[in-house]
């Protein structure tokens, strides 16, 4: 039989009301999964451990970096990994997780539900069974189990606050198939990771825009701000921004001129920023801009955190930053063999 990790960081997965009506608070979690899920000793042994047990909002650099240790620690005495956690960052985690962990080589699982384990129309107990199976799979990629996918982690987004299938992979297919049975599609399985080992850290000097029709960029006074090094701002379609209002074009060139890196992507999730088939999107490149390509927000934040922590030089954070880390951005004549 396998052995598994199972890591619990918090979230409504575990949670119980704190009397008749909400907020949700956090539960025992052994207690639960031995009384909700006894299937769950029929997959594997499992090690359950808890280092930290925080509402997902509140997860960030600070725990990535934890997890990363720990599982990096541990991964040797265990077939996979699977790790509970709150729906709103899960994807941030494991995104940092993916850049993290370069050398990879058994399944790390995150997980979560919509509703807490104790009731009675949870996903909790599916997504999990599922989560553990999948852990026990020869599956090295760092991956998202919800609903009846699962997903690459830094290729991922939550869609949706109500639905059991919370999360999408807007550009890359689903690494398995959960129904009767399992099914991993092994095509899109990632064999081969980016040959740099980072150090772990995330620098956080960083701003997003949204570029909205009608509305001013930010002050460009807030650019003489040493501790900004990354500006990125959401762009309509493939990348495009305002050409009638020049601020936008003028706020890259400052940018630019100052070593902050510019990074443009889009309000469109599925597709690839591409600044030149436009012309209000060559103007941004021309102005020192480049594409996040057909990375997710999440991805490209994160990414962006933690070169800016491994490297002082602008131009190569941008070099680094334009080549694919751990699959989460599609590159021509892509190999996964």
Same mark, same amino acid.
């Given at each position: 039989?396998?052995?598994?990790?199972? !890591?619990?960081?918090?979230?409504?997965?575990g949670?119980?009301?704190?009397?008749?009506?909400p907020?949700?608070?956090?539960?025992?979690?052994?207690?639960?999964?031995?009384?909700?899920?006894?299937?769950?000793?029929?997959?594997?042994?499992i090690d359950?451990?808890?280092?930290?047990?925080?509402?997902?909002?509140?997860?960030?650099?600070?725990?990535?970096?934890?997890?990363?240790?720990?599982?990096?620690?541990? !991964?040797?005495?265990?077939?996979?990994?699977?790790?509970?956690?709150?729906?709103?960052?899960?994807v941030?985690?494991?995104?940092?997780l993916s850049?993290?962990?370069?050398?990879?080589?058994?399944?790390?699982?995150?997980?979560?539900?919509q509703?807490?384990?104790?009731e009675?129309?949870?996903?909790?107990?599916?997504?999990?069974i599922?989560?553990?199976?999948?852990?026990?799979?020869? !599956?090295p990629?760092?991956?998202?189990?919800f609903?009846?996918?699962l997903?690459?982690?830094?290729?991922?987004?939550?869609?949706?606050i109500e639905?059991?299938?919370?999360?999408e992979?807007?550009?890359?297919?689903?690494?398995?198939?959960?129904g009767?049975?399992?099914?991993?599609?092994?095509?899109?399985?990632?064999?081969?990771r980016?040959?740099?080992?980072f150090?772990?850290g995330?620098?956080?000097?960083?701003?997003c825009?949204?570029?909205?029709?009608?509305l001013?960029?930010?002050?460009?006074?807030l650019?003489?701000?040493?501790s900004?090094?990354?500006?990125?701002?959401?762009?309509f379609?493939?990348?495009?921004?305002?050409l009638?209002?020049?601020?936008w074009i003028?706020?890259?060139?400052?940018?630019?001129?100052k070593n902050?890196?510019?990074?443009i992507?889009?309000?469109?999730s599925?597709g690839?920023?591409?600044?030149?088939?436009?012309?209000?999107?060559?103007?941004?490149?021309?102005?020192?801009? !480049?594409?996040m390509?057909?990375?997710t927000?999440?991805?490209?934040?994160?990414k962006?955190?933690?070169?800016?922590?491994n490297f002082?030089?602008?131009?190569?954070?941008?070099?680094?930053?334009?080549?694919?880390?751990?699959?989460e951005?599609?590159?021509?004549?892509e190999?996964?063999?």
């Amino acid at each position: 039989m396998k052995n598994l990790l199972l !890591i619990h960081t918090g979230g409504t997965f575990g949670m119980r009301a704190s009397g008749e009506q909400p907020p949700l608070v956090p539960g025992n979690l052994e207690n639960d999964i031995e009384q909700y899920s006894p299937i769950i000793n029929k997959i594997a042994n499992i090690d359950i451990q808890i280092p930290f047990n925080l509402d997902s909002s509140d997860i960030g650099p600070d725990e990535w970096i934890l997890l990363s240790k720990m599982i990096s620690e541990k !991964i040797d005495s265990f077939d996979g990994v699977v790790i509970i956690h709150g729906t709103d960052t899960l994807v941030f985690t494991a995104t940092a997780l993916s850049y993290l962990l370069t050398d990879l080589r058994k399944p790390v699982i995150l997980t979560g539900s919509q509703r807490p384990i104790f009731e009675v129309r949870s996903d909790a107990r599916n997504n999990l069974i599922s989560a553990l199976e999948l852990a026990s799979m020869e !599956i090295p990629e760092v991956g998202i189990c919800f609903g009846n996918r699962l997903l690459r982690g830094n290729r991922s987004r939550k869609k949706s606050i109500e639905s059991f299938q919370s999360f999408e992979s807007p550009n890359y297919p689903p690494l398995a198939s959960v129904g009767m049975n399992i099914d991993i599609h092994y095509n899109n399985i990632l064999r081969r990771r980016g040959s740099v080992r980072f150090v772990p850290g995330f620098d956080s000097k960083i701003v997003c825009l949204n570029a909205v029709p009608g509305l001013e960029p930010i002050d460009k006074n807030l650019l003489t701000d040493d501790s900004i090094r990354a500006l990125v701002i959401r762009g309509f379609g493939a990348g495009n921004l305002p050409l009638k209002n020049t601020d936008w074009i003028s706020l890259i060139e400052q940018a630019t001129r100052k070593n902050i890196l510019v990074v443009i992507g889009s309000y469109s999730s599925h597709g690839r920023v591409d600044l030149g088939l436009y012309a209000n999107g060559r103007a941004a490149l021309d102005a020192g801009a !480049i594409s996040m390509m057909d990375m997710t927000l999440e991805a490209a934040l994160v990414k962006l955190m933690l070169l800016q922590a491994n490297f002082e030089d602008v131009d190569e954070v941008k070099k680094m930053f334009l080549q694919p880390v751990a699959g989460e951005m599609t590159v021509e004549a892509e190999s996964h063999a």
